[in-house]
């Protein structure tokens, strides 16, 4: 099996996974009952009600072209997995490589991650490269809140219904050097636009979505779709192997 750097895909997924959290100030004031929630209250509740999840379920699916190596022949199509606190990951990617399109399987748990063979599907060690801490993304201190705490210019779209939910609909972006290193640089221009969809009722947040700005050399800029659910339900990750 020839190295894919699948830690990238996951570190971008998971990065999703916490970006409501971060969009607001952290010293929003609290709206009166009657007043129309602000954008950076929104995703102060979104923030907190996220720390205190311990499991999330994702599905991602990938429009326009996101490339997960150097020589721009493994296309990321689509997601899905699960996270659990503090360090557990289980992901399933859907890739095209040249003209084949392959399914690949993740887990990671503490410092240790396998992956399924590429041509047999069997489970076995990760490769060096697929190396992946998730818990990272919880830290409080070098995690990737205070990061996106720079999305810009957020503001309130038109609310909408979504899986049957109710959900404040916050827009906003960000900028090319503040997303780069967290998505290992597979989304590139500035600024990248950022949607999110929270629950009105329990402040979950259930999708959120990353659009690149159209560029030179970028035929189909990729726009990222990431359904969230089953916030804080049981979930067993279990090594494998």
Not at 60 to 80: H, K, Q, Y
Not at 126 to 149: K, T, W
Not at 205 to 223: F, M, Q
Request: net charge negative; glycine share 10%.
């Amino acid at each position: 099996m020839f190295p894919i750097p699948l830690h990238r895909v996951a570190f971008l997924l998971a990065t999703a996974v916490v970006l409501a959290g971060c969009g607001g100030d952290g010293a929003a004031s609290q709206p009166s009952p009657t007043a129309e929630p602000r954008p950076a209250d929104i995703l102060t509740r979104a923030s907190q009600r996220l720390a205190d999840t311990g499991t999330i379920h994702f599905d991602l699916g990938v429009e326009g072209e996101t490339f997960i190596d150097d020589a721009r022949t493994m296309r990321l199509l689509e997601a899905n997995g699960d996270l659990a606190r503090p360090d557990s990951v289980r992901t399933s990617f859907k890739l095209r490589i040249v003209l084949a399109t392959v399914s690949i399987q993740l887990i990671t748990i503490g410092d240790e991650s396998w992956s399924t063979n590429i041509l047999t599907g069997a489970w076995g060690p990760a490769p060096e490269e697929f190396g992946y801490d998730p818990g990272i993304l919880f830290d409080s201190q070098n995690g990737i809140g205070p990061v996106m705490g720079r999305v810009r210019d957020a503001r309130r779209a038109d609310d909408e219904e979504l899986a049957g939910r109710a959900t404040f609909h916050v827009a906003g972006v960000v900028d090319q050097e503040v997303i780069g290193p967290i998505t290992a640089d597979t989304m590139t221009g500035s600024p990248v636009a950022v949607d999110l969809w929270i629950d009105k009722q329990t402040h979950d947040l259930l999708r959120v979505r990353l659009a690149e700005p159209p560029s030179e050399g970028r035929a189909e800029p990729a726009t990222w779709t990431l359904d969230l659910s089953r916030h804080g339900e049981q979930v067993t990750i279990e090594a494998p192997v």
